[in-house]
């Protein structure tokens, strides 16, 4: 397990980041949606402050995902795509970059012009509010939620798109794009290279050894002439 990238795969750090917030998205748009619809009841009160500390931890992952960028190289694009593919894919990397902050950054401030009650990160650190209501705005809250849902809804739009073509890579070009960001428990593990097979051939029957031919004797020699 490597922390920094390479030239082929992000590093275990990038790949906490993006999957950390991934999830967080999912469960911050979830529980957005649900609450929304609920009776406006003291009942209902725990649930927006769930929704407004995962708000505030996106954001704060999202700060510490762009600085550890910021020391951290980006793998190469796969040889086989298009330039204006890599030219878009970094476009849409930005503007996910710009709508990880915006989202909470909009929550935030929403939240500090309706001024129902303090802000506390997951009822522990008091988060000071970003400004406070106008009275010569009487629709500043309105303002406020309708950029709120309206950049939420451009991040739903946007992240779907880049899964969309992170899964179109993986198994229609199959240039291993989504791979790369894989934990390391889900990445393939590579095929044992299988041994040569040994020929298990009889063993060639010993030559025969021709007989040994004694030098003739000449009978006119006499032991020990």
Known sequence: MQLKSGTQHWGSAAKFFHWTIVLLILVQGTVGLIMVDMPKRPAVIPWYNFHKSVGLTILALAVLRLLWRAFDQRPAEPPDMPHW???????????????????????????????????????????????????????????ARGRHEFLFWTLVVVASGHALMALVHQFVHRNNVLGRMWPASLQPRPKP???????????????VSAPAVSAPVDPNQRDGA
Do not use: M, N, T
């Not at 522990?124 to 010569?136: E, R, T």
């Open 85 to 143: 593919q890599a030219l878009g894919a970094r476009a849409g990397h930005a503007l996910l970059y710009v709508l990880l902050f915006l989202v909470p950054l909009s929550g935030w401030w929403f939240d500090s012009v309706s001024s129902l009650r303090p802000l506390y990160w997951f009822g522990l650190i008091h988060v000071p509010p970003l400004g406070g209501p106008d009275p010569s705005l009487p629709d500043l809250k309105e303002v």
């Open 193 to 207: 290279v299988p041994l040569p097979e040994i020929s298990h051939a009889p063993d060639p029957a010993p030559a």
